[in-house]
């Protein structure tokens, strides 16, 4: 059984990240094999506490482990198919104790979650026949302007993607040709996969479920599938970052035997702007200002994604000064919280050789109370 990390690093469950963070530099500074040559108990222990603290000290993996275990943190791992698999957990409960209804419409048996949890097809029917398998999930990349992702927008999205054949209905077969017993199931339609400890059924890839095979559909090749056109609603909600995944329920590969079509997931990659800079919820933005406003101080007007605004710029305002605007920043699509937008004054210097205009700048040297550059040092 594998050792709980927060028993490895020695921590409660509640610690925070504060505290996670100083029980691993204590630990490791005590088994690093540099202070430790030659033993291989602290070679493994090392290990151990290296392990635990990429998963505590990273907030999304530690989110993961904490509700899935060691098995939420491997590669390919569906977060929100796993909960309707626990959906499915209390369901069954529930009918034990005599319960009745439906946990969620997609799913009908164990089979179909896994399947789509580690991706190796759905389960076979109640009545033994083709087995009902859901369609994989596509990726489509998408490039948007740095506005449109802070605001968010609604689009139509036409794009390339599988389609069930019409000509042989997604089996694969020629409807005219003679089939045969695949030789892959033996005609079950059925293969066993092993996941870990546990067993699953997946349907047979070569027979696509059916249990007999035939000569290849003409106008699929055999896959079952036809790429097609389609035009696809999608809405980018407000706040997306870059590599962001924003989820299309039900627009990916179709499914077969009645499985449920996949997801379409649109990866997002957002375009330079020549003003705004994102950090975070954070946006960055360089303002010029004149040498009388920096002196003298005063109101200016500058633009924010929701339209002008005015800003106040404090007398004796300095070059690479940066004022906030409190929650004029990007929306966190997910706790729904605005941050701030940072505006670094930038002071323009006219260029001109007016003698009155020299004369006055000269004079302004006399008000500084020391050498500009007395700090500096190498």
Request: glycine share 14%.
């Amino acid at each position: 059984m594998a050792k709980d990390y927060y028993d490895i690093l020695g921590v409660k469950k509640t610690a925070s990240d504060e505290e996670i963070k100083k029980a691993y530099r204590k630990l490791a500074r005590k088994w690093h094999p540099d202070v430790n040559p030659g033993k291989k108990e602290a070679e493994q222990k090392f290990k151990e506490i290296s392990q635990a603290y990429d998963c505590l000290g990273n907030k999304e993996k530690r989110k993961l482990y904490d509700e899935f275990g060691e098995e939420g943190l491997r590669a390919g791992f569906d977060a929100e198919k796993a909960r309707q698999y626990q959906q499915w957990g209390s369901f069954q409960q529930q009918q034990a104790r005599g319960g009745g209804g439906e946990p969620f419409g997609r799913y009908h048996r164990y089979e179909d979650i896994f399947g789509d949890l580690f991706g190796f097809g759905g389960g076979p029917s109640e009545t033994g026949g083709p087995m009902a398998g859901a369609g994989r999930d596509i990726e489509h990349e998408m490039t948007i302007d740095l506005l449109s992702a802070l605001r968010g927008f609604e689009t139509d999205l036409m794009m390339q993607k599988p389609r069930v054949c019409s000509g042989c209905n997604g089996t694969g077969n020629d409807a005219k040709a003679p089939l045969s017993t695949c030789t892959a199931c033996g005609g079950s339609g059925r293969l066993n996969v092993a996941q870990g400890p546990m067993q699953f059924t997946k349907a047979c890839p070569r027979c696509k479920g059916h249990g007999q095979v035939g000569r290849p559909c003409s106008q699929c090749g055999g896959s079952g599938q036809v790429m097609g056109t389609e035009t696809i609603r999608v809405t980018i909600p407000q706040g997306v970052k870059e590599g962001s995944k924003v989820r299309v329920a039900g627009k990916g590969e179709p499914g077969f035997h009645g499985g449920p079509p996949g997801d379409l997931y649109l990866v997002i990659h957002i375009k330079p702007h020549p003003l705004l800079r994102r950090e975070e919820d954070n946006l960055y933005m360089e303002v010029p200002v004149t040498v009388s406003e920096a002196i003298l101080g005063g109101t200016i007007t500058i633009p924010t994604i929701e339209g002008a605004v005015n800003l106040k710029v404090p007398a004796g305002s300095q070059s690479g000064q940066t004022l906030k605007l409190k929650g004029k920043g990007a929306m966190n699509p997910k706790t729904k919280q605005r941050g701030d937008l940072m505006v670094k004054l930038v002071v323009k210097v006219p260029k001109t050789d007016d003698r009155e205009i020299v004369e006055a700048v000269r004079k302004m040297d006399r008000y500084y109370e020391e050498d500009v550059r007395r700090a500096l040092r190498l």
